[in-house]
DNA sequence: GGTATAGAAATTGGCGCCAAAATTGGTTAC
DNA sequence: GTAACCAATTTTGGCGCCAATTTCTATACC
């Protein structure tokens, strides 16, 4: 965001939302601000700011004189945060193929490729990490900032675990297949297919068959 | 948000963000601790979690050791906020005018009225708050309450005080008739209708001739 | 043997104090 | 007369302690 606010209070915000997504804290487990004193080495205020700020994110749920637990999303939400960033990102990705260079396009490769290699040799965090780091330059590619700000704090309110994301192996490796897809679309200038792949990658549909991604939606 | 999380502190962050909103204070002012302490009779402390947690919902920024101050949109920064509004409000539509009874109808009538009494006879903020209770109306009619919370939170970062909302009197008349526009579109079931007049609404646009709105797009 | 109750341990959250940093105002030197 | 520097005041923000509340445990009673 800014140039370097808060960099510790900061820090220890992302590092605690990272470890709630990856599945560290699972959820609806009571975080106890003293086991977050000592995990992250900082001070009692610190851990109290950022748990307000986590809570704020919708990410931890406050339950006074109780304390803090990792929310638990409830299948309602999770569909309807689907479905906005189902709209939001097919809004996206018209920009997104406008705004992709021949370096952008490779780059995308790069790492839909990195996600490809970790199916086989990585942990589930690797590929977690991986599909992160994939989706963060796809979307980093469209031009309304605030519309890809939205779309990432999204992110992280879906399904908080790894593994509840993919569950099966045949899953994982539709989602590497239409990693490429995708970057295929955009270096082909193809916004509606993007836009397709897009809606079946968030929804999780079964896969289409890509040779007929040319023909009427 | 939850049943009632907060009760102080939550309604110090609405207070706050209320008057920052109404234009009390300025673009760019400074926000001592104290003259909060004092005006919002709360303690410091809570004035602290307040001022954090409106500088995560980018109203005010932070810098450290130097305090708070009410954040300056950029046009940049306004207009993409407008863009994922008008994105996301469109969307909302369909179900907008698919959950509509005919009560939501006449309270929607009844507060586009209350607008339209008050042009004449109230003040610039009671224009504004009325405004704001007909919006969050029409926006609860949604099904999706994610996007609604979205929404309802970009609202509260366009360009803030009212009176840089509507600029002249034909602008304030036109959002009145839009308003009632918006309402018929919704009893008339044109779900078409409602996302173009919701378009305009947002975008501010020239107005369009009312009685062309049932052809084609 | 199970349950209820009372006491003990632990956890949260509020409050005030104090140090570090910044702004303001005044003074001095050029 | 202007500019720079220094001191005083103001303001922020960190830290620790203690009270209120909750949870755990052990004991007694049914």
């Given at each position: 965001m800014s140039v370097?606010?808060?960099?510790a209070s900061g820090n220890l915000v992302d590092r605690m939302a990272r470890d709630i997504q990856a599945g560290v804290f699972a959820p609806g487990m009571w975080l106890k601000q003293i086991d977050?004193?000592?995990r992250y080495e900082a001070k009692r205020m610190e851990v109290r700011r950022a748990l307000d700020?986590?809570?704020?994110?919708?990410l931890v749920r406050h339950v006074p004189n109780r304390g803090y637990h990792v929310h638990t999303p409830d299948n309602r939400q999770a569909e309807e945060v689907r479905e906005v960033r189902l709209i939001l990102e097919t809004a996206a990705a018209g920009s997104v193929v406008a705004n992709a260079t021949a370096a952008d396009i490779a780059a995308l490769r790069a790492l839909a490729q990195r996600f490809a290699d970790l199916i086989l040799e990585g942990t589930l965090l690797d590929l977690y990490e991986a599909n992160i780091a994939f989706h963060a330059k796809l979307l980093a590619l469209g031009s309304n900032r605030e519309l890809i700000n939205i779309v990432w704090e999204l992110?992280?309110?879906?399904?908080?675990?790894p593994v509840t994301q993919w569950k099966t192996r045949a899953r994982i490796e539709q989602s590497n297949r239409e990693h490429f897809h995708m970057v295929e679309a955009i270096a082909a200038g193809d916004a509606d297919a993007l836009r397709r792949l897009t809606a079946d990658h968030i929804l999780q549909t079964e896969e289409r068959q890509p040779t007929q991604r040319d023909d009427g939606a």
């Open positions: 370097k606010a808060d960099p977050l004193e000592t700020q986590l809570a704020l994110k919708r992110r992280g309110r879906g399904p908080s675990a």
